[in-house]
T-cell receptor, first 113, second 114 residues
Framework: NAGVMQNPRHLVRRRGQEARLRCSPM?????VYWYRQLPEEGLKFMVYLQKENIIDESGMPKERFSAEFPKEGPSILRIQQVVRGDSAAYFCASSPDAGDEQFFGPGTRLTVL | AQTVTQSQPEMSVQEAETVTLSCTYDTSENNYYLFWYKQPPSRQMILVIR??????QNATENRFSVNFQKAAKSFSLKISDSQLGDTAMYFC???????????FGTGTRLKVLA
């Protein structure tokens, strides 16, 4: 029973490029959460999605960031026109239902040059 | 708004000794959960222990136990018989019951010395 999968594990982008981070939840989980961890800080909530729906994006910057969780396939966190301040570790978590324990993926470390 | 404070940025402990990591939180809620997560150098977030606020009994998982003081809003983690593999960042986290957002502290970097 595979855990939460994230890829890539490491992503390097130049300023102005786009970054796409993927998350495959655990089998049977239809709730996905994205968190961002800046250097030397704890994880901060960004967005909560269910299949085909964004439930809460209150923690996501209004510009350049978007997330989706299509009916088929992984959840995608997309960052357009990346800037150096986007450099961070991005974690995905999943749960079988809202309020259940969340299981974290290994994270994607994004470095913007 | 809820906040979680970890006042010890770094700690070290000798192998086989006991160490306690501090965590305080601020909330007006009565029903919530508290967690300790371990983040080793691999950066994987690993749940160490979880406490429901309505339970008076302190949670225990093998060598890990908590001291939950609800009135004082304190939730410390005790690691007994420390092992080299315990070296990691430890994050304290809060979640209001019926919600899905973790509120994490800034972490304590623990180093176990041989």
């Amino acid at each position: 029973n595979a855990g939460v999968m994230q890829n890539p594990r490491h992503l390097v982008r130049r300023r102005g490029q786009e970054a796409r981070l993927r998350c495959s939840p655990m089998k049977g989980h239809s709730h996905v959460y994205w968190y961002r961890q800046l250097p030397e800080e704890g994880l901060k909530f960004m967005v909560y999605l269910q299949k085909e729906n964004i439930i809460d994006e209150s923690g996501m910057p209004k510009e350049r960031f978007s997330a989706e969780f299509p009916k088929e396939g992984p959840s995608i966190l997309r960052i357009q026109q990346v800037v150096r301040g986007d450099s961070a570790a991005y974690f995905c978590a999943s749960s079988p239902d809202a309020g259940d324990e969340q299981f974290f993926g290994p994270g994607t470390r994004l470095t913007v040059l | 708004a809820q906040t979680v404070t970890q006042s010890q940025p770094e700690m070290s402990v000798q192998e086989a000794e006991t160490v306690t990591l501090s965590c305080t939180y601020d909330t007006s809620e009565n029903n919530y959960y508290l967690f300790w997560y371990k983040q080793p150098p691999s950066r994987q977030m690993i749940l160490v222990i979880r406490q429901e606020a309505y339970k008076q009994q302190n949670a225990t998982e093998n060598r890990f136990s908590v001291n939950f003081q609800k009135a004082a809003k304190s939730f410390s983690l005790k690691i007994s018989d420390s092992q080299l593999g315990d070296t990691a960042m430890y994050f304290c986290a809060f979640m209001k019951s019926g919600t899905y957002k973790y509120i994490f502290g800034t972490g304590t970097r623990l180093k176990v010395l041989a």
